[in-house]
């Protein structure tokens, strides 16, 4: 049974950093794709990037391009997003999310497994 929790969302000041990280319980991390997904208030939920499960990229979302990077470690069964330079537009919920494996485009039903979601605001 696998399980993801994410951590470290908060407020921040636009320019500014963050890095959210998501914790898998469960075997075999190291073949699953992990994704990051982010939901705004009123909007629907969007992809933001994933990775095939030896780190490279899957695919990315519009709003991970040149600020956002995905990093995974197997050794210890998590995956971050580590967030610069935020706008207030990057205000959301994140989720982390697994799939058995990696489709070259953000489809959300690839995804079996989700995360409750950590909150980011930026102001």
């Known amino acids: 049974h696998v399980q993801l929790v994410e951590s470290g969302g908060g407020s921040v000041r636009t320019g500014g950093s963050l890095r959210l990280s998501c914790v898998f319980s469960g075997r075999y991390f190291d073949t699953y794709c992990m994704g990051w997904f982010r939901q705004a208030p009123g909007k629907e939920r969007e992809g933001v990037g994933a990775?095939?499960?030896?780190?490279?990229?899957?695919w990315e979302g519009d709003s991970m391009k040149g600020r956002f990077t995905i990093s995974r470690d197997n050794t210890r069964n998590t995956v971050d997003l580590i967030m610069n330079d935020l706008k207030p537009e990057d205000t959301a919920t994140y989720y982390c999310?697994?799939?058995?494996?990696?489709?070259?485009?953000?489809?959300?039903?690839?995804?079996?497994?989700w995360g409750q979601g950590t909150q980011v605001t930026v102001s």
């Open positions: 999310a697994a799939a058995v494996y990696c489709l070259g485009v953000p489809d959300q039903s690839n995804f079996a497994y």
């Open positions: 990775v095939y499960s030896g780190g490279t990229s899957a």
